[in-house]
């Protein structure tokens, strides 16, 4: 079976870091491209940024641009996000993704909550 764990998350402080984990298995993790989401609740799922399978590129959304880096070990088929100066505005359920093609898994999330 698929999956993706997402840990990491928690209570932080404004301008404080935190680094959420993806750590996944059943699939070939070096084919896929990982990615992160986040929710708000009663909002919808935006991206935050995503990494290649094989080459490492990275895309950030301009929000995060930074202050947030993805990246990926692909010996342990895992993924991280590193957030720092964090905002309020970060508040949010993060989840992480796996794509390749049509194929998309999404794991379950973990919630971060930044206090001002």
């Known amino acids: 079976d698929v999956q993706l764990q997402a840990s990491g998350g928690g209570l932080v402080q404004a301008g404080g870091s935190l680094r959420l984990s993806c750590a996944t298995s059943g699939f070939t993790f070096d084919d896929y491209a990982i990615g992160w989401f986040r929710q708000v609740p009663g909002e919808g799922r935006e991206g935050v940024c995503n990494?290649?399978?094989?080459?490492?590129?990275?895309y950030y959304r301009d929000s995060v641009k930074g202050r947030f880096t993805i990246s990926r070990d692909n010996a342990k088929n895992t993924a991280y996000l590193q957030m720092n100066s964090l905002k309020p505005e970060d508040t949010a359920v993060y989840y992480c993704?796996?794509?390749?093609?049509?194929?998309?898994?999404w794991g379950q999330g973990t919630l971060v909550t930044v206090s001002s």
């Open positions: 993704t796996a794509t390749r093609g049509f194929a998309v898994y």
């Open positions: 990494i290649s399978p094989r080459d490492g590129n990275t």
